[in-house]
């Protein structure tokens, strides 16, 4: 069975610091990762994804990922953090072959003044 | 391109009545899933249809329903609603080749009393 695991439950840090939300997920067969994020009252927006190729990944916003086979990872990164970064952030594995998307149980990111 | 629209937004029902809800993709998305967001569960995947067929399911209980026109619009439908049932559920709608990006409509939060 595939699994997405997202080790912290909350993160607060404060405005310009750096983050860094972890992922690991779990599966016999190659999947696509993503990460969504999730503003208040909103739906999912996509944050970035990795499908094959190279490994670290960029959104436009300033975040990044990198996937890490050997440690089933796809961490979420970003430098330096805004207020309005704001948000909860769900790692998701696509399984090949399946429009399923399995989610981890989000990360809230607090970012303090 | 107009986004995912989910309607209506909010719902409030009693236990033991039915509900649908209703989903317009991205045009050119044949694919349509739908999830179910709850504090406790997190984001749990529901089913995904394409081609007015159900490709995929997730684990809920047959109370939970689907159906796709051939406009690729999407309904769901939940019968004899259960306090349990009360949920935020998002569509989503994707192409059916690569990058099997999903895109994520607001959302319909369902309360059951």
């Known amino acids: 069975a595939q699994s997405v695991t997202q080790l912290d439950s909350q993160v607060p840090v404060f405005e310009e610091a750096p983050v860094e939300l972890r992922c690991n997920y779990s599966?016999?067969?190659?999947?696509?990762l993503f990460w969504y994020v999730q503003y208040p009252n909103q739906g999912l927006q996509l944050l970035l994804k990795?499908?094959?190729?190279?490994?670290l990944v960029e959104s436009i916003n300033g975040f990044e990922a990198e996937f890490n086979k050997s440690q089933t990872s796809f961490h979420l990164r970003k430098p330096s953090v805004h207020i309005s970064d704001t948000a909860e952030y769900f790692c998701?594995?696509?399984?090949?072959?399946?429009?399923?998307?399995?989610f981890g149980q989000g990360t809230r990111l607090t970012i303090n003044p | 391109k107009a986004g995912v629209t989910q309607t209506p937004r909010y719902l409030i029902k009693t236990r033991g009545q039915q509900v649908t809800l209703s989903c317009s993709p991205i045009?050119?998305?044949?694919?349509v899933s739908w999830y179910q967001q709850t504090p406790g569960q997190g984001l749990q995947f529901l089913f995904e249809?394409?081609?007015?067929?159900?490709?995929n399911k997730g684990n809920f209980p047959g109370r939970f329903s689907g159906r796709q026109f051939s406009n690729s619009r999407s309904e769901m439908n939940v019968s004899t609603l259960e306090l349990g049932d009360s949920a935020l559920y998002l569509c989503?709608?994707?192409?059916?080749?690569?990058?099997?990006?999903?895109?994520f409509g607001p959302g319909t939060r369902l309360t059951v009393t």
């Open positions: 599966s016999s067969v190659s999947v696509y």
């Open positions: 249809y394409f081609s007015e067929t159900q490709r």
């Open positions: 990795y499908l094959s190729g190279s490994t």
């Open positions: 989503a709608s994707s192409l059916v080749t690569l990058p099997y990006e999903q895109y």
């Open positions: 045009s050119g998305h044949r694919s």
């Open positions: 998701a594995a696509l399984i090949q072959g399946a429009q399923k998307l399995v």
